[in-house]
């Protein structure tokens, strides 16, 4: 599709990486991180170790509390583990930065820039001229299919459209990976899956690795290359399966054997565990 | 880079671009999730009726004003004395004759003028220092715990309580006038800065942290934005307390002033000036509070337009 949006991406990465084909590897190593001290002490993720691949896309599935969107706010630097290392292409993790994109459930465009204020936030941060900047967001823009929405607010927008918003002014700074916690989350289910469609395609141009956080197993059997399914109290990964659906994947993918089976095998997991928490209330 | 989307247009009735292509290699594009708004002509009905009813808004308030006129005239023309006296109360006419005198005399307008210096002077003192404390009380619990015992403490103490101590402090009656009224304007602005500070959406501060921003650049582009609206109510608040303030320090002290022109007739038992001096403060504070309300409006421009 859009050629220029691509090279220009690809070579501003390869830059700001002096020449080097850097391209999200994701090394999660020992980490724990345990909120609060004593009788308040709650044990989010436990002893985790695992390894994302450069331009893998991968879902973390699990039950609401299992720690999913702690680990991945660990990545983003929201959250620092008590204990282990979150490095990305080897630079450990020390805070939240422009290298590690970022999309949330709630909406969160900055309700007083417009539409393309918004996208060209991150590279007038990154001291990018007006020119530039506007420049840059218009490509982004056009790559969304949203031109014409450039100077309206957030406020007049629909929820599917703020979240491809979102995920254009994430992708505008040049990440090397796009940390999504629960993005459609509050969509409605048809609208999640053109969203869920459009992101592949992204993904499948830009070859970005994504890491993307949901409880719906649909959901992440559709998106991702390998699902890591996570357990609650204390959170740790207890699954970690590859998806071998042929791409680009289609909605009608859903009814097909081997999307059932995974999903059969996932909710296996994901009901032992809910289990495993029913119990451990009732005792 | 010459795709461009399929045709998601605001209004698909006017989509007649002729570059848009539906369908093919656009990511991220969805053809739901579009807002549709309202047709042309239901836009414009909709427009018809909201003039309608502001024009219906507008009638209402001058009849209702008419009313009231009305009845002030009738009970001072009666002579109304049950409980409340309207006895010595002058009657619209004379006031309103007492008036046209008073707009042919040059001291009014010194009056008027004075009054209006005295406000900006405090009122800008007021917003700058006001916003400046709200911003850090709301950002630094540092500054919190050490000032918000003070304003807890002065808040409720009213601006006619301020006038002894005032001219005591201050070098000229001036100057002790122009406290006062900045003391009125001072504290809704401090708590209303404070307020909106407070409530910036976290999410909002995140995002913008994983877009890059610097502690400066978070304050600047999300807190300070996200407090406008709260900011602005506090201006005008601030603006309309101002110029109750002024009146209490006009009154006690002074040569000019329109709160002094006021006191001033009742003390000469000019009663019909007592009423022109109120209806003047009335309108003065009524057309000030509009004026920042009006000059806040850009900056709030995208808060109109949410759904």
Avoid at chain 1, 103 to 121: C, D, G, R
Avoid at chain 2, 3 to 19: A, C
Avoid at chain 2, 141 to 156: C, F, G, M, S
Wanted: proline content about 6%; hydrophobic content about 45%.
């Amino acid at each position: 599709m859009n050629a220029d949006v691509i090279s220009i991406y690809k070579n501003k990465i390869a830059e700001k990486n002096g020449g080097q084909e850097k391209r999200g590897r994701i090394d999660i190593e020992g980490v724990s991180i345990i909120f609060g001290s004593g009788a308040d002490e709650n044990i989010a993720v436990t002893e985790t170790s695992l390894t994302i691949n450069p331009g893998e896309f991968v879902c973390i599935l699990g039950p609401s509390g299992c720690g999913k969107s702690t680990l991945l706010n660990s990545i983003a630097g929201y959250v620092t583990p008590s204990s282990g290392t979150v490095l990305v292409d080897d630079d450990e993790v020390a805070g939240p930065g422009p290298d590690r994109g970022m999309v949330f459930q709630q909406y969160s465009l900055f309700p007083w820039k417009t539409v393309l204020e918004n996208i060209a936030f991150g590279p007038k941060l990154a001291g990018c001229s007006p020119d530039e900047c506007s420049s840059i967001a218009n490509t982004f823009l056009a790559m969304i299919g949203l031109t014409k929405i450039a100077n309206t607010f957030p406020g007049e927008l629909s929820g599917g459209m703020q979240q491809r918003v979102g995920i254009a002014r994430a992708l505008a700074n040049y990440p090397r990976v796009l940390l999504m916690d629960e993005p459609f989350g509050a969509l409605d289910a048809q609208t999640r899956i053109m969203m869920q469609e459009s992101l592949l395609n992204i993904w499948a141009e830009f070859g970005i690795t994504v890491v993307f956080v949901t409880h719906d197993v649909d959901e992440a059997i559709f998106l991702a290359d390998r699902i890591l399914v996570m357990s609650a109290s204390p959170g740790s990964v207890i699954a970690d399966l590859k998806v071998n659906l042929e791409r680009p994947r289609k909605p009608e993918l859903a009814t097909s054997h081997d999307f059932v089976e995974l999903k059969k095998q996932c909710l296996g997991y994901i009901r032992a565990e809910s289990l495993k928490a029913f119990e451990q209330v009732g005792a | 880079m010459n795709v461009i989307g399929k045709s998601i247009s605001i209004d698909r009735q006017t989509s007649d671009s002729p570059v848009e292509k539906p369908g093919a290699g656009n990511p991220l594009v969805t053809p739901d999730s579009v807002k549709k708004p309202a047709s042309h002509s239901n836009a414009q009905s909709l427009l018809l009726w909201f003039s309608g009813l502001q024009l219906q808004s507008f009638f209402i308030g001058t009849l209702s004003l008419t009313v009231g006129i009305v009845l002030w005239y009738l009970a001072t023309k009666y002579n109304f004395n049950h409980f409340i006296n309207f006895e010595n109360v002058p009657s619209p006419l004379k006031v309103g004759a007492a008036f046209m005198i008073q707009l042919g005399d040059p001291e009014f307008y010194i009056h008027i003028t004075v009054s209006i210096r005295r406000i900006l002077i405090a009122y800008t003192i007021a917003v700058v220092l006001g916003v400046a404390i709200g911003v850090i009380v709301g950002r630094s619990k540092l500054a919190r715990a050490a000032v918000i015992p003070y304003i807890e403490i002065i808040r409720p103490i009213p601006a006619v309580a301020w006038i002894p101590l005032a001219i005591l402090m201050w070098p000229t009656e001036e100057s002790s006038i122009v406290y006062i009224t900045f003391l009125g304007a001072l504290f809704p602005i401090i708590l209303n800065t404070l307020h909106g500070v407070e409530q910036t959406p976290d999410v909002l501060v995140r995002a913008a942290r994983s877009l890059g921003a610097s502690k400066f650049a978070v304050f600047w582009h999300v807190v300070l934005p996200a407090a406008l609206p709260s900011i602005a109510a506090g201006l005008a608040i601030g603006m309309g307390i101002s110029w109750f303030s002024l009146l209490a320090g006009e009154i006690i002290s002074g040569q000019y002033g329109i709160g002094y022109f006021t006191w001033d007739a009742y003390s000469l038992i000019n009663y019909p000036d007592i009423v022109v001096g109120m209806l003047v403060i009335g309108g003065l504070g009524t057309l000030s509070t509009y004026l920042i309300k009006l000059m806040m409006k850009p900056a709030l421009r995208w808060k109109e337009k949410q759904r």
